[in-house]
């Protein structure tokens, strides 16, 4: 049996986009209260009864949220152009090396507004 997990994360940071059109309102500084879904799958442990610890994914996935939190991301090296799709790949290529086999990482959402969201699956 496989099954996939999400948790979910929050944080409020501020950014500019740089790269958008001259006189676009994101090329100003602003702020979101940032969600961000983790999506992970894999194989039913028998014993267990979980593909992972919800837990465990936590102690993975929270010390970069905290990172996040109260910043202004164009600061941070890597996300010094902060859309959504780049947030996604920057969570993801810091979260895949730090999974426990035989989970993986199947999907980074990063919700932007309640109505605007990125979902990125590697690659």
Known sequence: MNAELVKTFRFDAAHSLSG?????KCRNLHGHG??????????VDPKTGWVMDFGD?????????????????NDIP???NS???????????RITPS????ASLQAVVV??????????RGG
């Open 78 to 80: 890597g996300l010094e």
């Open 20 to 24: 958008a059109p001259e006189g676009h």
């Open 99 to 102: 999974l426990p086999g035989p």
């Open 83 to 93: 859309t959504s799709e780049l947030l996604a790949k920057f969570l993801w290529d």
């Open 111 to 120: 919700w932007e507004s309640d109505t605007s969201r990125c979902m990125y």
């Open 57 to 73: 994914l936590k102690r993975i996935v929270q010390p970069l949220i905290d990172s996040l939190d109260h910043q202004n991301l």
């Open 34 to 43: 940032y969600r961000v879904d983790v999506q992970v799958a894999g194989p």
